[in-house]
T-cell receptor
Framework: AQSVSQHNHHVILSEAASLELGCNYSYGGTVNLFWYVQYPGQHLQLLLKYFSGDPLVKGIKGFEAEFIKSKFSFNLRKPSVQWSDTAEYFCAVLDTGRRALTFGSGTRLQVQP | DAGVIQSPRHEVTEMGQEVTLRCKPISGHDYLFWYRQTMMRGLELLIYFNNNVPIDDSGMPEDRFSAKMPNASFSTLKIQPSEPRDSAVYFC?????????????FGSGTRLTVV
């Protein structure tokens, strides 16, 4: 079965610091990869997704992620975080045989002003 | 488009009572998913439908949980009888094509508290 690991459970950064959140998945076949953000008390919103092509994917709000197939990784990055980025971030994977997303446990990001 | 619409936003009920959560997917989307989010277990897939037909309900915790999708624009998740450990946020999501690829859109969730 698919699994997604997000090793950073809670990250605290100061504004303007750079961010990298790790995501590793277990499936060896073709996968589609997603990052979602959940602001406090809100629903999940899509940040970016990878289907194929350029492994460096750019999303909304200045976020990007890099798919490295050899490492089974899809890390999320942002060069300079803002206080408004305080939220929980979820990595998700969809293997081509299923239609449902499998989510990681999430990383809570706290950005201090 | 109004997005995926869930109701109610909050539900507080007593243990043993029946609870019904509702979801209206985005028009034209052919897949509908129910997820449960808790601090301990994160986001878990409960069940999903394709063209109103349940495809995989292996995530439904036990027989107290049931889900239906009588038509393309409506789904329900029912818990009967409810227990305190069912307290969680329940999200509905639908999948459809956005341009050349598909996308998953989540509703705002129903926060269920069973006391």
């Amino acid at each position: 079965a698919q699994s997604v690991s997000q090793h950073n459970h809670h990250v605290i950064l100061s504004e303007a610091a750079s961010l990298e959140l790790g995501c590793n998945y277990s499936y060896g076949g073709t996968v589609n990869l997603f990052w979602y953000v959940q602001y406090p008390g809100q629903h999940l919103q899509l940040l970016l997704k990878y289907f194929s092509g350029d492994p460096l994917v750019k999303g909304i709000k200045g976020f990007e992620a890099e798919f490295i197939k050899s490492k089974f990784s899809f890390n999320l990055r942002k060069p300079s975080v803002q206080w408004s980025d305080t939220a929980e971030y979820f990595c998700a994977v969809l293997d081509t045989g299923r239609r449902a997303l499998t989510f990681g446990s999430g990383t809570r990001l706290q950005v201090q002003p | 488009d109004a997005g995926v619409i869930q109701s109610p936003r909050h539900e507080v009920t007593e243990m043993g009572q029946e609870v019904t959560l509702r979801c209206k997917p985005i028009s034209g989307h052919d897949y509908l998913f129910w997820y449960r989010q808790t601090m301990m277990r994160g986001l878990e897939l409960l069940i999903y439908f394709n063209n109103n037909v349940p495809i995989d309900d292996s995530g439904m915790p036990e027989d107290r949980f049931s889900a239906k999708m009588p038509n393309a624009s409506f789904s329900t998740l029912k818990i009967q009888p409810s227990e305190p450990r069912d307290s969680a946020v329940y999200f509905c999501a639908s999948r459809g094509f956005i341009g050349l690829n598909y996308g998953y859109t989540f509703g705002s969730g129903t926060r269920l508290t069973v006391v």
